[in-house]
C-alpha cells in the first residue's frame, strides 16, 4: 500500500520530505531483509575499518599500492554509512520517511564516494602499470607526494562531480509526487518524480557520469593493455606469475564495479527495469563494499604476513 505525505509548499513547490519506497513492499519478506543486511553492513563496517587498521599498524604495508588500498577501504567505510543505516530503519518503519534536506545530503555523499572510488580506483591502475611496466623506476616516480597528489585529485573531482550533480536537483519543483521508487535518494529516481523541465538535468546528469565512466574505464584499459604488452615480452613464468598476481585483484574490484554500475544505469527506465536498477544498484553499493577486503586480503602474502604479525603482537 502506497502512503502520501502532505506537501508543503516553499515558494514555488518544494517538498518537505520524500517517501522512499525500499527494496519490496511484501511485508513477509522485511525480517529476512533486514537481517541479510545487518549482516551485509556489520561485514563491510568491519571488513573495511579491519584493513585500514591492518595498514596503518604495519610499516611493512607502508607502500604506494597499500596507501591506495587504505583509501579505497575509507571510500568504501564512509559510503555504507550513507544509506544503509536508513535502509535497516525501513524494514521496520509503516513510511520510509526522509527529509528533503537529507535526501539531498544523502544525494551528495552518495555522488561523491561513488566517483571518488572510480578515480581512486583508476589510480590504482596506474601504480600497477608503473610497478609492471617501469619496476627499477616504481619508487622514483609513485613517491609519497606524487601518491597524495593522485588521491586529493580523485576526492577533489568526486567532490566537484557531487556538487554539480545536488546542485542541479535542488533547481527542480516537486509537486506531484513525493514517492521515490528507490531505498535511497538516487539521481534518476528523485529526477523521474519531478514536476519541473528535467531535460537539463538529465542532459547534464548523463554527461558527468558518463564523462567520469568513459574517462576512467579508458585510463585504466589504456595501462592494462600496456600491461598486457609487457607480459607478453617477459621470458619467465614466473614474471607472468607475479605480474598476473599483483594485478588479479584489482581487476575484479573494477570489473565488479563498473559492470554493476553500467547495468544498473545504461537500461532505459522501464516499469520492468525500475525493480533490475534498484537490484543492480544493491549490488554496486552493498555487495562490491564488501567483498573489496576480501578481494584485497585473501591472496595476499603480505596482508597475511602483516595479519600473523598483528595477532602476535596483540597476544604477547
Not at 151 to 164: E, K, R, T
Request: net charge positive; charged share 10%; with cysteine.
Amino acid at each position: 500500500m502506497l502512503y502520501r505525505k502532505q506537501i508543503i509548499m516553499e515558494n514555488d513547490s518544494l517538498v518537505s520530505e520524500f517517501i522512499l519506497m525500499g527494496l519490496t513492499d511484501q511485508p513477509e519478506l522485511q525480517l529476512s531483509l533486514f537481517v541479510l543486511f545487518l549482516i551485509n553492513y556489520t561485514a563491510t563496517a568491519m571488513g573495511n575499518f579491519s584493513l585500514m587498521s591492518l595498514i596503518f599498524l604495519n610499516s611493512t604495508l607502508h607502500t604506494p599500492m597499500y596507501f591506495f588500498i587504505f583509501n579505497l577501504s575509507f571510500i568504501d567505510f564512509c559510503y555504507s554509512m550513507v544509506f544503509t543505516p536508513k535502509m535497516l530503519m525501513s524494514f521496520f518503519l509503516e513510511k520510509n520517511i526522509i527529509s528533503f534536506k537529507g535526501c539531498m545530503t544523502q544525494l551528495f555523499f552518495f555522488c561523491f564516494f561513488v566517483n571518488s572510488e572510480s578515480y581512486v580506483l583508476t589510480a590504482m591502475a596506474y601504480d600497477r602499470y608503473v610497478a609492471i611496466c617501469k619496476p627499477l623506476l616504481y619508487k622514483a616516480i609513485m613517491l609519497p607526494r606524487i601518491c597524495c597528489l593522485l588521491m586529493f585529485v580523485s576526492y577533489l573531482i568526486g567532490f566537484a562531480s557531487a556538487m554539480i550533480l545536488t546542485g542541479l536537483m535542488l533547481r527542480l519543483n516537486f509537486c506531484n509526487s513525493n514517492i521515490i521508487d528507490h531505498y535511497m535518494c538516487d539521481i534518476f529516481p528523485v529526477i523521474r518524480i519531478s514536476s519541473s523541465d528535467t531535460y537539463v538535468n538529465e542532459l547534464v546528469s548523463s554527461a558527468v557520469v558518463g564523462t567520469g565512466i568513459i574517462l576512467c574505464c579508458l585510463l585504466i584499459l589504456i595501462s592494462y593493455a600496456l600491461i598486457l604488452f609487457n607480459i607478453i615480452h617477459m621470458s619467465s613464468g614466473k614474471g607472468w606469475s607475479k605480474a598476473l598476481g599483483t594485478c588479479g585483484s584489482h581487476i575484479i574490484t573494477v570489473s565488479l564495479f563498473y559492470g554493476s554500475g553500467l547495468l544498473a544505469y545504461v537500461k532505459p527506465s522501464s516499469s520492468e527495469t525500475v525493480g533490475q536498477g534498484k537490484f543492480l544498484t544493491m549490488f554496486y553499493t552493498c555487495l562490491v563494499p564488501m567483498l573489496n577486503p576480501l578481494i584485497y586480503s585473501l591472496q595476499n602474502k603480505d596482508v597475511k604476513v602483516a595479519v600473523k604479525k598483528t595477532l602476535k603482537r596483540i597476544t604477547s
